[in-house]
């Protein structure tokens, strides 16, 4: 069963597939070849087999990429080594959470993990201090189905299953925006454009969708007044 396939952003002619009970792989589009497969992790402290459930991953650089399984761990493969072992395993599971989504947030030697859940949360993870969580993104009601971060700007967008789309900001860890889109939303991406944090903003505000959403809201707090008063005429006349 493949869970995931996610494009190289530093080379797109590569794709990474993750599945249940495979090893993550590898391949090559302009060669319908495998380029790379990892291999079995250690087994664990009773000597069994690890199992294997990768759900999503972000590549930190060309050779490097994270790993995020639907067992609440962590790991870092690195192609250029022989064994075609992780480099890193966070051993240590999350056991308050259960991650969905992974998305890499700055540059190579200075980033930081942003990692999603079932249950709308959007925790922020620091590798350098054995990925432990030091933020939190609130707001979603639903569980993340995918994020998706800009490279120029200090913005990512999430999408949920309570059908938003929500934009933060990541340097005041606030949510900025939020649309409504009707449906049960499964995936999003950001197309970087070389622009700064004001021309978003303005860019935000004129997307019909944020308008058409603040005028149902308007029409909505109506219909409830219209409802309140025709329901104090109907008191009236009893009397």
């Known amino acids: 069963k493949v869970n995931n396939a996610c494009l190289n952003p530093y080379d797109l002619n590569q794709m990474m597939i993750l599945s249940k009970e495979t090893n993550p792989q590898i391949l090559d589009l302009t ?3 495998l380029f790379w497969k990892a291999r079995n992790v250690k087994n664990d402290d009773y000597d069994l087999k690890v199992p294997i459930n990768d759900i999503d991953c972000a590549f ?12 609440r761990k962590i790991r870092l493969y690195d192609v250029r080594v022989k064994n075609c072992k992780p480099v890193v395993d966070h051993k240590d599971e999350f056991d308050k959470y259960h991650f969905n989504n992974i998305l890499i947030k700055g540059n190579d030697q200075n980033h930081e993990l942003y990692v999603s859940d ?11 201090k054995n990925f432990r969580v030091v933020g939190k993104f609130k707001g979603a009601n639903g569980s993340i189905r995918k994020m998706s971060a800009s ?7 999430s999408v949920s299953l309570d059908r938003f789309a929500r934009i933060y900001n990541t340097n005041n860890m606030k949510l900025y925006q939020k649309i409504f889109l009707k449906q049960k939303l499964n995936c999003c991406a950001i197309i970087d454009e070389k622009f700064d944090t004001k021309t978003m903003e303005k860019k935000l505000q004129e997307v019909p969708a944020i308008k058409k959403w603040e005028h ?3 029409i909505k707090k109506k219909a409830v007044e219209m409802r309140q008063k025709m329901k104090e005429n109907r008191m009236l006349l009893t009397f």
């Not at 930190?60 to 067992?71: D, G």
């Not at 959007?122 to 590798?127: A, C, E, I, Q, T």
């Open 31 to 33: 060669k319908n070849e």
């Open 60 to 71: 930190k650089n060309k050779n490097e990429i994270y790993v995020c399984t639907a067992y």
């Open 118 to 128: 079932v249950s709308g949360g959007v925790y922020v993870l620091d590798p350098r």
């Open 151 to 157: 490279r120029s700007s200090p913005y990512f967008l």
């Open 216 to 218: 149902q809201n308007e």
